[in-house]
């Protein structure tokens, strides 16, 4: 059955919220005001058609946003996406009083700007293998060969590689019978280098028909630099296993940001928008304000490409990850960028900071950037101790930032700035540059 809904409401998402028999729903891909048309029977109603489109939707949008789920802004232009974003810090920040409204920086490019590709396989209903990602809290997998996001060369790899493996007759793994050996498919993509990494994610070590792919491969000429296979027998969503068996070429490939070239492995952390990069790190770095005399911690510094670009200001910097296969990118990174100010150390960042309080280590400038699921109470906290006289905080998830944010609160720092940063066009996620200065 169809229904109309007028002049609807939309959350940050972009779903309108509407009611049926008393209950509230939400109605993916839809713009404040529209009216819209609803399937009210199956599972759960579903947006048949916009009735009156707002003046923001665009047409020449994804043809798998529907389904796949992944871009949440695809059908709106770019200007009211980043209004969106403004609008959504400004709320969620607006408890923090004093700090001028938060503006939002857009990326360079909007389409095709991501450096990571990441597809798991299946075998199609034509038994041909094809891939894609998965539709939003499921696990129907949804064919994609032509992501909007992705680099255009590693569309174009994906597509030739499906051709290939399916003329080797190679077999996905499949999750519920658990027989198969192919899971997933990692691209990388250097986009000043055009080097080009592709890693083949398999069930365990065997991979029959493996070097006819390779051969194969490397006869369409698509400047592949390198080839890996990781391992993966694991159980979980995660894509990577630890380890990994170089099949072609070195097993790392480089990229140009700005000034300095940075080694990636497969398993290193690398920001997935590189033409977007150097504005971030100089936004950041023109924040911190850092002084020749000043020693620099960069916490979480992933394969150390903040600490290189700060090096320059800085007297020192010393950079702390997790991560073993970053930190060694990282030492060849400075290695190869000529840097001698710049050290780094394998441990956890808030292991680290506790033995560095106690030991009252001097830093000047602490910079941060963890992972989505942001810091601990235990690495702030010790901020009280170790009293770097300015912290930036680089975030990609604002609701984890806005939780650490809280504990900062209560030790002597204040909140001087926060800016956005768009470093993921045409999805809901958003960067997030905050400044937070010692109180005198
Ligand atoms: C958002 S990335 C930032 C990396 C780097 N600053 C950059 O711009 O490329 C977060 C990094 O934190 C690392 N990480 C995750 N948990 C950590 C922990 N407990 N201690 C130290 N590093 C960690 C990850 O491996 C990843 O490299």
Same mark, same amino acid.
């Given at each position: 059955m169809l229904k109309e809904f007028k002049n609807v409401k939309v959350n940050y998402e972009a779903d309108a919220i509407i009611d049926i028999g008393g209950k509230s729903y939400k109605i993916h891909d839809c713009i404040e005001g529209e009216d819209i048309l609803v399937?009210?029977? &199956?599972?759960y109603p579903s947006l048949a058609k916009i009735i009156q489109p707002s003046l923001?939707?665009?047409?020449? &949008?994804?043809?798998y946003q529907k389904e796949c789920g992944g871009c949440q802004f695809m059908h709106m232009e770019y200007r009211y996406e980043l209004e969106q974003k403004k609008k959504y810090l400004n709320e969620l920040f607006k408890g923090i009083k004093n700090i001028p409204p938060i503006e939002i920086i857009p990326s360079f490019e909007y389409y095709h700007y991501r450096n990571k590709s990441q597809m798991t396989y299946k075998l199609s209903k034509t038994k041909r293998i094809v891939c894609g990602f998965y539709e939003e809290y499921s696990h129907r997998l949804i064919t994609v060969d032509?992501?909007?996001?992705?680099a255009e060369r590693a569309n174009l790899v994906i597509r030739e590689l499906n051709k290939i493996l399916s003329k080797h007759k190679i077999r996905p793994y499949d999750e519920k019978t658990k027989e198969g050996i192919l899971r997933h498919v990692l691209i990388r993509y250097g986009y000043q280098t055009k080097e080009l990494m592709l890693v083949l994610v398999t069930n365990g070590e065997m991979f029959p028909g493996r070097n006819n792919v390779i051969k194969d491969l490397m006869k369409l000429n698509l400047n592949i630099t390198t080839i890996v296979q990781n391992f993966n027998a694991r159980d979980t969503s995660i894509v990577l296993g630890d380890k990994n068996k170089v099949l072609y070429g070195t097993g790392y490939i480089y990229e140009k940001i700005g000034d300095y070239r940075f080694k990636i492995s497969p398993n290193s952390f690398f920001q997935v928008n590189s033409l977007s990069m150097k504005k971030l790190y100089t936004l950041a770095l023109n924040q911190a304000n850092i002084k020749k005399t000043d020693i620099v911690l960069d916490a979480y510094c992933g394969v150390g490409t903040i600490s290189i670009f700060a090096s320059k200001y800085a007297k020192e910097v010393i950079g702390v990850e997790l991560s073993k296969s970053a930190i060694q990118d990282a030492i060849g990174n400075v290695k190869m960028n000529h840097i001698t100010n710049v050290s780094f150390i394998c441990d956890d960042a808030t292991n680290y900071i506790t033995h560095a309080a106690k030991a009252k280590t001097n830093f000047d400038i602490l910079i941060m950037d963890p992972p989505r699921e942001g810091s601990t109470p235990q690495f702030i906290e010790a901020l009280s101790y170790l009293k770097p006289k300015k912290v930036i905080y680089i975030s990609c998830n604002p609701i984890t930032l806005k939780r650490d944010l809280n504990i900062f609160k209560d030790i002597d720092y204040k909140i001087t700035s926060i800016l956005g940063f768009d470093n993921f066009p045409k999805t809901k996620h958003i960067e997030v540059i905050t400044v937070l200065e010692l109180r005198k």
């Open positions: 399937e009210t029977e &199956g599972k923001y939707r665009i047409q020449d &949008g994804c043809p032509n992501c909007m996001l992705q």
